[in-house]
C-alpha cells in the first residue's frame, strides 16, 4: 500500500516564486559577499536594489575577500575561533539558517565528532536522543557529554541501571545566538559530565542599543508523510538606552511524521503518518545596566514538546523488504488482511504496536546573571539557575511480553495489553562564581570559580499486566496455573510474588538527588614570543542519595520494596583534573599540545531481588549486585592546528588525538532475568582526527569540509567477572569506527536584480566498527547479523533577498536516502527475545520554502 505525496510538495512552494523570477527577466551578476551564510544578506540587500549598485557586503567590511569572523567563549572568555587552542565547532544563527538546521539531530548530523542515537530503539516515543562526542558513550551511567542552555548543564545523571529511563532535553534552534561544539574533555571549565565534550546552546543577549527583529517561518513537505510547518518572532529594544533593554521570542513548530500506526490484527491504518512532533518555546530577557561596568540579566526559557507516536517502524526479519504477514488468529477473531503491512522501498513505513506511544515534556529555566567589571583589569560573574524539566509518555510492552511469555509476537487475543507507564522529572540548581582577568594584551590570563548544584532527578515506570498469569498458563510452557507461582516463586511467597497493586508486573520509582562541590582554576602564561603555557586544575566533590521503590513479580518483590521498605543508598566520590598545555601562536597560525583529564560521576544500584537473577549471578560470581559503581575518567592527548592563509581566503584547522579511558562505567545485563546493574569494568583506548577547512577561492563562492573519525578499542577485557566478556582486549567497542564527512558549498550571486544564493550541503556517515569475535558479547553470526550501514545525504538551497527578507526553496535528504538503523551494532532484534525486527531512519526527502525577516 504505497503512500502518496501530499499536496504540500516542493512544486507548489515553488511555483509561485519561479514565476516572480520570471518576470524579473534572465540577466545575471555576480557580487562579492565575505563567507557570510545567507540570512545576513537580508541587512546587507538593502542597498543594492540594482546589480549596477552592489551591496556593502560583510567582504568589504573585513578586508576583500576574508572568511566571517567567528566569536566564542569556549575558555569562559571572549575570542575568535582561530584563537581558541581546543578543537571546536560553532554554528552561528546566520550559519544555522543557511543549512537548515532546526535541532539537536541537525547540529549531530554536521558535527562530525558526535555520534548520535536516534529515537526510541523500538520502544517508546522518540523524545530519547542520546548524544555522545569522540566515541565516549556508553549504555549505563551518568551523561559523557556536558550540555549547557548558557552557562547551566542540564545533563541527566543515571538513577538506576534496569530501571533508569531517563533522558536529556535540547532546547529548539530558534533565536539562539550560537551552538558551539566543544571536543575533548572540558572536565576543568566545565566540569562533570563533560568526559568526551560539551555542546553549549548560547542564546541572544537583550538589545540594549539598538532595536531588532527576526522572523522565521518554513513550509515543507516530506515524501511519502505528512507536511511541516513552523513560524516564531524574535525582538527586542533598548527602553532605556544603555541602560534598560530587552530580548523576547516566541516559537512553534510541527513537524510532519511518515510512519504509519497499523493494527496488527486487522492490518487497519490506525493513523497515517503516526510519528509527528510539536513544539512550542519562548524566552524573555531583561538587560539592566545600573552602573557602568555592572550588567544584571535575569532570563527565562521555556518549552514544551509532544511526540505522538514511535519512531521507529517494523520489518521481515531480512530487514529489507519492509513486509510483514499479518497474525492469524483463532477463529473468534475478526477476520484479518491477508497482505504485506509495509515496504520500505516504497517508502511505506509501519509500526505494529498495539498501543499508540506518545510523550510529551515540559522545560522551564529561569536564569539570572550578574556581570561587574572591577578595578585592576578584573571580571566578576555570578549564573544563578533552576531548570525544571517534566517528561511522560507510554510504552507499549505487548511484544516483549508475549515475546517471553507467551510464546507468540503478540497476544493472541488483541485485548491483552500491556502499556508501560514512564515518567522523568528534574530538579536541578546551580550557582557558579567565577573572577577572571580582562586584560587582553597581559601575558597572563587567568580565570577562577566556585561551582554548587543541587539536582533532583526521579523517574518512573509501571507496567500494566494483569494478562500475565494468563500467558503464562497458556503459553509454551503449558504448566496452567502452577505456572506462575513455579517462575515467580519465593520462599517467602508460595504462591509466588503477587502483581504490584494486581495489576502491574513491574513497579518502579528512583529518586535520585546529588549535590556537587567544585572549584576550578586556569592560567594562561605567555612565556616568550607566542609560546604560552596552560595550567588548570578543578577539584570535585559529589554526594549521591538514592531511594528506590519496586514491586511485581519481574522485580521480585513486594511494593514497594522488600518488607515494605524502600531501598536506600548513598555514594561519595571526589575527583581531581587537570589540564596541561603548550600553544605556540603566529600572525596566521596556532599549533597546540595538551594533556587533559574528564570525568564523570559515579552511583548507586538497586537490589536485584528477582530469584532468576542468582544463578546470572553467580555465573560472575557475584552474590548480589555491588551497591554502587565508582566515576570513570579519562585522559586526553591532543595536538592540533589552526591557520588562516591566502589573505585570510583559506582557514584550516586540524586536531589528532588519542584518549585512555579507564573504570569504564557499563551496563551489565543477566542471562537468567531481565534486569541488569551498573558496575566498572575496564579500560579502553580511543583514537582518532577532525579537520574542517573553509575556502572562498573567489569572492562569491565559500566551501567548507568538516571531517572526523574515531575508533574506540579495548586495552582490557570488559568484563564483570567469570569469563562473561562484553568487549575481549584489543576488540572494537561497538558503535564507534566512523568516518564521518560533511562539505558545503555557497554561491552568492545576483538573479534579476536582485541579491540570490545557491547552496549544497552533503553528508557521509560510515559504517561503525562490529566484532568479529565470538567471545564478545555484541557478536552475531555475521550470516544473520544485521550491520548499521553507512549512509549519504544531500541538502539544497536556492534562496533570494527582498529588502529585510530572505525567501529561499529548499530540499533536505535530495536523493531520498533510508538508511536502516537499528538499536545496536550486530543486532538481528532489538534486544528483545522475539522474532520482531525494529529500525529507524533519517526523515525521507523533505522539501519546502523557507521565509526570514532581519531587521
Not at 543594492?48 to 549598485?53: F, G, R
Not at 586556569?522 to 595550567?535: E, F, S, W
Not at 589528532?656 to 541488569?676: E, G, R
Request: aromatic letters at 10%.
Amino acid at each position: 500500500m504505497k503512500k502518496q505525496e501530499s499536496g504540500l510538495g516542493l512544486r507548489a512552494v515553488a511555483r509561485p516564486i519561479c514565476a516572480k523570477l520570471g518576470t524579473m527577466g534572465a540577466s545575471i551578476s555576480i557580487f562579492a559577499l565575505g563567507g557570510a551564510p545567507h540570512a545576513a544578506l537580508a541587512q546587507e540587500a538593502q542597498t543594492a536594489p540594482t546589480a549596477q549598485a552592489a551591496p556593502q557586503s560583510a567582504a568589504a567590511a573585513t578586508g576583500e575577500g576574508e572568511l566571517q569572523e567567528i566569536v566564542v567563549t569556549a575558555t569562559r572568555r571572549t575570542e575568535n575561533i582561530q584563537t581558541v587552542p581546543i578543537s571546536v565547532q560553532a554554528f552561528t544563527k546566520a550559519q544555522m539558517d543557511a543549512q537548515g538546521i532546526q535541532n539537536i539531530d541537525d547540529i549531530a548530523e554536521f558535527s562530525p565528532s558526535i555520534q548520535f542515537s536516534r529515537g526510541n530503539g523500538g520502544f517508546g516515543s522518540s523524545l530519547g536522543n542520546t548524544i555522545s562526542i569522540r566515541g565516549m558513550g556508553t549504555n549505563a551511567g551518568p551523561a559523557t557529554t556536558g550540555i549547557y542552555i548558557d552557562d547551566t548543564p542540564v545533563q541527566v545523571g543515571a538513577t538506576i541501571a534496569s530501571g533508569s529511563f531517563t533522558n536529556d532535553a535540547f532546547p529548539n534552534l530558534f533565536d539562539i545566538q550560537r551552538v558551539e561544539v566543544l571536543n575533548g574533555p572540558q572536565g576543568t571549565l566545565f566540569g562533570s559530565g563533560s568526559e568526551g565534550g560539551a555542546i553549549r546552546f548560547i542564546m541572544t543577549p537583550p538589545d540594549m542599543t539598538t532595536p531588532s527583529l527576526y522572523v522565521r517561518t518554513q513550509a515543507a513537505d516530506t515524501t511519502f508523510g505528512a507536511p511541516s510547518y513552523e513560524a516564531g518572532v524574535a525582538g527586542g529594544a533598548p527602553i532605556v538606552d544603555d541602560v534598560l533593554g530587552f530580548r523576547a521570542s516566541v516559537y512553534s513548530i510541527h513537524t510532519g511524521g511518515y510512519i504509519d500506526h497499523v493494527n496488527y490484527y486487522t492490518g487497519a491504518d490506525e493513523n497515517q503518518n503516526n510519528n509527528y512532533t510539536d513544539a512550542v518555546s519562548g524566552r524573555f530577557a531583561l538587560g539592566w545596566q545600573p552602573a557602568d561596568g555592572l550588567m544584571i540579566t535575569p532570563s527565562v526559557y521555556f518549552q514544551m514538546q509532544r511526540a505522538n507516536g514511535a519512531n521507529s517502524f517494523y520489518l521481515r526479519s531480512d530487514g529489507v523488504t519492509g513486509e510483514f504477514t499479518p497474525f492469524v488468529g483463532p477463529s473468534f477473531m475478526l477476520p484479518v488482511v491477508p497482505q504485506p503491512y509495509g515496504n520500505v522501498a516504497q517508502g511505506d513505513y509501519v509500526n505494529l504496536a498495539q498501543l499508540n506511544q506518545p510523550a510529551e515534556q515540559h522545560m522551564t529555566l529561569p536564569a539570572l546573571k550578574v556581570d561587574w567589571t572591577l578595578p585592576r583589569d578584573m571580571e566578576f560573574i555570578s549564573d544563578t539557575s533552576f531548570y525544571d524539566r517534566q517528561q511522560s509518555g507510554i510504552t507499549d510492552f505487548g511484544v516483549l511480553e508475549s515475546g517471553t511469555w507467551g510464546g507468540s509476537v503478540f497476544p493472541e487475543n488483541p485485548n491483552d495489553q500491556f502499556p508501560g507507564a514512564d515518567s522523568q522529572g528534574d530538579e536541578f540548581f546551580v550557582q557558579q562564581l567565577r573572577l577572571q582577568s580582562t586584560n587582553a594584551n597581559s601575558r597572563l590570563h587567568w580565570v577562577a570559580g566556585a561551582f554548587f548544584s543541587h539536582d533532583v532527578t526521579t523517574d518512573s515506570r509501571n507496567v500494566y499486566d494483569p494478562y500475565l498469569p494468563t500467558l503464562l498458563a497458556e503459553g509454551p510452557y503449558g504448566c496452567g496455573s502452577f505456572c506462575y507461582a513455579a517462575i515467580f516463586g519465593d520462599p517467602q511467597f508460595p504462591g509466588g510474588v503477587p502483581l504490584a497493586d494486581g495489576i502491574y508486573s513491574f513497579e518502579n520509582t528512583t529518586n535520585l538527588t546529588e549535590k556537587q562541590k567544585a572549584v576550578f582554576g586556569q592560567a594562561d602564561l605567555q612565556i616568550v614570543g607566542g609560546l604560552t603555557a596552560t595550567v588548570g586544575l578543578r577539584y570535585a566533590k559529589f554526594n549521591t542519595n538514592w531511594v528506590n521503590w519496586e514491586g511485581g513479580p519481574i522485580n521480585g518483590t513486594l511494593w514497594p520494596g522488600p518488607g515494605g521498605v524502600p531501598e536506600s543508598g548513598t555514594a561519595v566520590a571526589s575527583v581531581v583534573t587537570p589540564k596541561y598545555m603548550l600553544s605556540y601562536k603566529t600572525d596566521h597560525t596556532l599549533t597546540y599540545a595538551s594533556a587533559t583529564k574528564g570525568f564523570r560521576n559515579g552511583g548507586v544500584n538497586a537490589a536485584l531481588d528477582n530469584p532468576a537473577c542468582g544463578t546470572a549471578l553467580g555465573q560472575l560470581g557475584l552474590k548480589s549486585a555491588p551497591p554502587t559503581f565508582n566515576p570513570d575518567s579519562v585522559w586526553s592527548y591532543e595536538l592540533g592546528e589552526k591557520f588562516t592563509t591566502l589573505n585570510d581566503r583559506l582557514v584550516i584547522d586540524a586536531a589528532v588525538y588519542q584518549y585512555d579511558w579507564s573504570n569504564m562505567i557499563y551496563d551489565q545485563a543477566l542471562s537468567t532475568c531481565t534486569l541488569s546493574f551498573t558496575t566498572n569494568l575496564g579500560k579502553s583506548q580511543g583514537r582518532g582526527f577532525e579537520l574542517q577547512v573553509q575556502y572562498r577561492p573567489i569572492d562569491p563562492l565559500v566551501l567548507s569540509l568538516n571531517a572526523g573519525y574515531n575508533y574506540l578499542k579495548a586495552t582490557q577485557t570488559l568484563s564483570a567477572g567469570n569469563g562473561q566478556i562484553e568487549v575481549d582486549n584489543g576488540d572494537p567497542v561497538p558503535g564507534t569506527g566512523s568516518v564521518v564527512i560533511t562539505g558545503s558549498a555557497q554561491y552568492n550571486l545576483v538573479l534579476a536584480e536582485r541579491p540570490s544564493y545557491f547552496r549544497v550541503d552533503y553528508l557521509y556517515n560510515g559504517p561503525p566498527a562490529f566484532s568479529n569475535n565470538p567471545l564478545d558479547s555484541s557478536y552475531v553470526n555475521p550470516l544473520f547479523a544485521f550491520r548499521v550501514p553507512g549512509y549519504s545525504q544531500a541538502n539544497v538551497r536556492l534562496g533570494m533577498i527582498f529588502g529585510s527578507w530572505d525567501i529561499s526553496l529548499f530540499s533536505n535528504n535530495l536523493l531520498n536516502s533510508q538508511p536502516l538503523f537499528k538499536s545496536r551494532e550486530g543486532a538481528t532484534f532489538y534486544d528483545i527475545p522475539t522474532s520482531i525486527v525494529t529500525a529507524t531512519t533519517i526523515t525521507p526527502r523533505t522539501s519546502g520554502v523557507t521565509a526570514i525577516y532581519n531587521f
